[in-house]
C-alpha cells in the first residue's frame, strides 16, 4: 500500500475506532464521537493536483473494500474561461473511476463576487449541502498549505488559536470534514501523481500573486526555502505546538469560567478583574468562543478589557455600561456584570396588542414570542414560582403594551406600588432590555412582565401560569468557516 493510501487509511481506522483508541490530539476528534461502519467518502474535487490524487487514493481504497462508497464534489465558481472545462474534466475523471459527482455552478462573477473570501464562503455552503448523516467529506490540504494559512493569519495579526493552522478533523454539515495529508507535503502528492499517471488541470489565477495566499505561496515560501528548506514542516511542527498550548490555555479558561459565569454567558467583572491581564484575555477569548462558536479578534479583546479598565481590582468601573462588537455577537456590562449576546436587541413594540386567545403564542412587532405555560402540580425553582399568576378571568380583555413611562405595580416582593422604573432596578433588569420588554395588562391594570415579576394581586402559590418571552429575531450572520 502506498505511504498515502497508508495515510487516509490509517485516519479512517482511527474514526471509526472505539472512544477509547481515538487519538484527539493527532485528528482533534471529539471524545463521545463515533461514525459507523461503512464509512461513505465524499472527495472534495477542484480538478487540481492535490484533489486529483486524494481521489485516486480514496479510489483505490474504495477498491480493496476498505470504504464502502465514494462520491467526488466539484464546485464550477465561473470565475475563470476554463471554468466549464475544469467541471468536464472532473466528470470524466469520475465517469472513469465509476463514482457518482455532485456539481454545482456558481457563476460568482456575474454576482460581483470574485473574492477568495466569497468563492471559498460559496464553495465550504454547496459542500455542506453534499454531506449527509455520518458522511464524511475529504480535503486534500497538506502541509504547504499549512504552511501558507499560518503564514497568512500572522500576517492578519492572529491569535495563538490562529496558529492552530488548518483543523484535521471537525463537524462538517450534518457530518464530518478529514483533512488527511496534513502531514504530507506537495511533492510528495506530486509524485505519487507522477507515477500513477494522474491528469489534472491547473488554474492559471494561482501563479497571480495578487492574491495573499498566492503571494505567499509563490514568493514569500519559495523565498525561505531557499533559506530554510524544510520551512513548511518546520511551520507544521509549530503548530502542533500551538494546539498542545491552546489545550492548557483552553483547560485553564474553562476552569476559571466555572468559577466566574454567575450564569449562562454572564460574568463578574469584580471576579475576573481579580485574574492576571494574561488570563482576563484568554478567558475572554474562550468564553465568547463557547458561546458563539467563533473566535474574536485580539482587537475585540483589547476593547473589552480598555473599556472596563480591569487592570486594577480596586479601580474597576465595575457599573459601566458597554456595548462591544465581538465574534458573531455582542458584550454587554451592566451592574457589576458582563454579558454575551447572540443577538440582536429588539425594537420597542409600537402599539397596543390584544391577545385574543392567550393559548396561542403571540408573535408581537418587534419579533418577540410571548406565550404562556400552565403549571399544574409541577415543582419550581424559588424563581419560578415567584413568576406564578392567576388566569385572566373572563371579563378581562389581556393587551401586551409598550413601555411608555409612569407605569407603577406592586411587585409580589413588595408591600407598596412604585414605578416600573424603580421596579427594574431592583430587579437588576439590564437598561438594553427595558426598552423592549412587553408588559402584560388585564384590562387597565398591570399584572406581569414576562419573566421579571408578576402583580401582588394576581399571583399564586400553585397551579398558576408563566408568561414567557421568546427573542425570536434573526441571530447575526457569520461567515466563519
Not at 470504504?67 to 470524466?92: E, F, P, R
Request: aromatic residues 8%; contains cysteine.
Amino acid at each position: 500500500m502506498h505511504l498515502l493510501e497508508s495515510a487516509l487509511f490509517e485516519h479512517l481506522e482511527k474514526i471509526v475506532a472505539d472512544n477509547s483508541s481515538l487519538n484527539p490530539q493527532s485528528l482533534q476528534i471529539p471524545q463521545s464521537l463515533q461514525i459507523p461502519q461503512p464509512l461513505q467518502i465524499i472527495v472534495a474535487l477542484s480538478g487540481g493536483l492535490d484533489s486529483s490524487v486524494l481521489l485516486h487514493v480514496a479510489f483505490k481504497l474504495l477498491q480493496s473494500g476498505k470504504i464502502s462508497k465514494l462520491l467526488a464534489a466539484h464546485v464550477n465558481h465561473g470565475l475563470q474561461s476554463q471554468s466549464d472545462d475544469w467541471q468536464a474534466h472532473c466528470q470524466k475523471i469520475c465517469n472513469r473511476y465509476q463514482i457518482p459527482l455532485l456539481s454545482k455552478a456558481l457563476d460568482l462573477a456575474s454576482q460581483g463576487k470574485t473574492s477568495e473570501a466569497d468563492a471559498r464562503e460559496a464553495r465550504y455552503h454547496f459542500f455542506k449541502q453534499c454531506v449527509k448523516k455520518d458522511q464524511l467529506l475529504l480535503f486534500a490540504h497538506h502541509s504547504n498549505d499549512q504552511a501558507e494559512t499560518i503564514l497568512f493569519r500572522l500576517c492578519r495579526g492572529t491569535g495563538i488559536h490562529g496558529m492552530a493552522g488548518i483543523p484535521k478533523f471537525r463537524e462538517f454539515g450534518e457530518g464530518y470534514l478529514l483533512r488527511p495529508f496534513l502531514e504530507h507535503s506537495r511533492d510528495e502528492l506530486q509524485a505519487y501523481a507522477n507515477e500513477y499517471q494522474i491528469e489534472w488541470v491547473n488554474d492559471p489565477s494561482n501563479q497571480s500573486s495578487q492574491y495573499s495566499r498566492n503571494f505567499i505561496r509563490n514568493e514569500v515560501i519559495p523565498l525561505l526555502r531557499s533559506k530554510w528548506l524544510t520551512i513548511p514542516k518546520s511551520i507544521a511542527q509549530f503548530s502542533k505546538i500551538a494546539k498542545d498550548q491552546i489545550e492548557i490555555l483552553d483547560e485553564v479558561a474553562e476552569q476559571d469560567r466555572l468559577e466566574l459565569e454567575v450564569e449562562p454567558a454572564i460574568l463578574d467583572i469584580l471576579a475576573l478583574a481579580n485574574l492576571s491581564p494574561a488570563r482576563q484575555k484568554n478567558l475572554l477569548h474562550f468564553w465568547i468562543r463557547k458561546h458563539s462558536g467563533q473566535s474574536p479578534s485580539t482587537a475585540e479583546i483589547e476593547q473589552v478589557t480598555q473599556q472596563l479598565d480591569i487592570t486594577d481590582p480596586t479601580q474597576t468601573s465595575h457599573k459601566k455600561s458597554i456595548k462591544i462588537k465581538a465574534a458573531n455577537g455582542w458584550i454587554r456590562g451592566f451592574n457589576g456584570q458582563l454579558f454575551y449576546l447572540l443577538n440582536d436587541e429588539p425594537e420597542a413594540i409600537s402599539e397596543n396588542i390584544v391577545w385574543q386567545n392567550i393559548n396561542s403564542r403571540l408573535r408581537l412587532d418587534n419579533g418577540v414570542i410571548v406565550a404562556v405555560q400552565e403549571l399544574v402540580n409541577i415543582h419550581l425553582t424559588p424563581n419560578l414560582a415567584s413568576l406564578q399568576m392567576r388566569m385572566p378571568n373572563a371579563d378581562e380583555v389581556v393587551s401586551i403594551r409598550p413601555r411608555i413611562g409612569g407605569e407603577t405595580s406592586k411587585p409580589a416582593y413588595r408591600e407598596h406600588s412604585t414605578e416600573l422604573k424603580k421596579i427594574y432596578q431592583e430587579m437588576k433588569v439590564p437598561p438594553w432590555k427595558r426598552k423592549w420588554l412587553p408588559i402584560v395588562y388585564y384590562n387597565n391594570q398591570l399584572v406581569a412582565v414576562p419573566g421579571v415579576f408578576v402583580e401582588k394581586s394576581v399571583q399564586v402559590k400553585k397551579d398558576g401560569v408563566i408568561f414567557r418571552l421568546k427573542n425570536s429575531i434573526k441571530k447575526i450572520k457569520s461567515k466563519n468557516i
